[in-house]
């Protein structure tokens, strides 16, 4: 029986042991270096129980701390972060055994398990109890990457049945952009965007800075990083919207050079996705074991997971290849490229200035054109079925039912006229 001391003194003499053998054998290979991370992750893992069941235990109440965490902090020096982490994989560990028997065995690692943290929420509780096992499943057969797009996905199904708010919805709200000046006049941007905008704004940095990338000499292409790329483009970008045209000009360009510098993009920039969809999974009541049990005998890549709301309103109005899978298996390939055309758009623009959302001032040519009966479930691109939005109220109609259900009712000229 060994003494808590032990085992830390030899966990001790282990690192110790393995510092000696690295400097004996620089060389290092693969099948080594998967040892000693296999090794490191049971380590990890047991640290990691040892603080759950510390934050059970309470004693550091005893000892006058505030949580579990605080004391851990405190005696260890570590970053709030890593202790709030080290206690909640912990407490997972400690609460279901299912999860400890893989961990144990080395089926699944600590990343597997902040991918489990995410589902670990008491609202989830009845649902995680369910699925345990075919989740259990999943982590043991998928890397933690691919992993994570099952608990995203299945964290969807689960905040559909539950009425919740889905997860780009809450990325909306904590949507940020701040600039500001320092004081050597260099100025600093931090942002968080939501999904939707962030693609848009990702497409065209992209866009630009490619084009520029390519009009650079070959021999001065090494001196711009990715980021001094990105932030040419977004200054030329904003430039293209001060001069009111619909393009963007290098101002630094060699008026000598023939090489083209200007860059023209559409007036209102579209989403691009190559994306599969199936009926029964934008259904909450499809279930969400039988989605578990597709994906662990499923042969193909799983790239990213979307709630039912986002795509709906994704489908609204950009431009798409969609195969579409039908209940009894059928796929429909004529669906593709259903953005809502410009004309249509266009015509919708000759009756309103603004955006469909009353008292909203934002001018119709930046709006998102909104099917009114959804398109992923039949809405037809006409006029009649059509309405513009801007992006907030756009994604506020896909997330509330409330507020979608108030704007439907009104029909007819109040609608186009609003604004």
């Known amino acids: 029986m060994f003494g808590l001391d032990d085992i830390c003194g030899l966990w001790e003499q282990g690192a110790e042991a393995l510092r000696v053998y690295m400097d004996q054998n620089p060389d290092v290979t693969i099948e080594e270096i998967a040892c000693v991370f296999k090794s490191r992750e049971q380590v990890l893992m047991s640290c990691d129980s040892y603080a759950g069941r510390f934050s059970q235990s309470e004693a550091w109440l005893q000892e006058g701390f505030a949580s579990a965490k605080n004391a851990i902090m405190a005696e260890v020096h570590v970053s709030h972060a890593n202790a709030n982490k080290a206690v909640q994989r912990g407490e997972l560990l400690n609460e279901y055994p299912e999860i400890l028997r893989v961990a144990e065995e080395g089926l699944i690692t600590s990343d597997h398990l902040d991918q489990f943290l995410r589902i670990s929420d008491v609202k989830y509780r009845e649902y995680f109890k369910e699925h345990l096992e075919m989740l259990v499943a999943n982590a043991s057969a998928m890397t933690p990457a691919v992993f994570s797009v099952i608990i995203s996905s299945w964290r969807n199904s689960i905040n559909d049945l539950l009425n919740n708010e889905s997860i780009e919805y809450k ?223 756009h994604t506020i109609m896909h997330n509330n039912p409330e507020y979608e259900h108030k704007l439907k009712n009104q029909h007819g000229p109040p609608l186009l006229a609003s604004g």
């Open 171 to 393: 990325h909306f709200q904590e949507r940020y952009l701040e600039m500001y000046q320092d004081a050597d006049g260099q100025w600093i941007v931090k942002a968080k965007l939501d999904s939707m905008n962030g693609t848009i704004v990702y497409k065209a940095l992209s866009d630009i800075s490619e084009k520029h990338w390519r009009n650079i000499d070959s021999d001065e292409r090494s001196e711009y990083t990715k980021g001094q790329l990105y932030a040419d483009a977004a200054g030329w970008l904003a430039q293209g919207y001060i001069t009111h045209t619909t393009s963007a000009v290098n101002p630094n360009r060699d008026e000598t050079d023939d090489a083209t510098e200007e860059f023209s993009f559409s007036k209102t920039p579209a989403l691009n996705a190559d994306i599969t969809i199936s009926i029964t999974d934008l259904d909450p009541a499809y279930s969400t074991h039988s989605y578990l049990k597709r994906t662990l005998n499923s042969t193909s890549p799983i790239n990213r997971a979307h709630s039912s709301t986002y795509v709906e309103q994704l489908l609204c109005d950009t431009a798409l290849r969609v195969p579409v899978i039908h209940e009894d298996g059928s796929i429909d390939l004529g669906r593709t490229a259903r953005t809502a055309p410009w004309k249509l758009k266009k015509l919708l623009m000759l009756t309103q200035n603004t955006c469909s959302a009353p008292g909203c001032t934002i001018p119709s040519q930046w709006c998102d054109a909104h099917h009114i009966e959804h398109w992923a479930y039949g809405g037809e691109t006409n006029l009649e079925n059509l309405m513009l939005l801007c992006r907030r109220h």
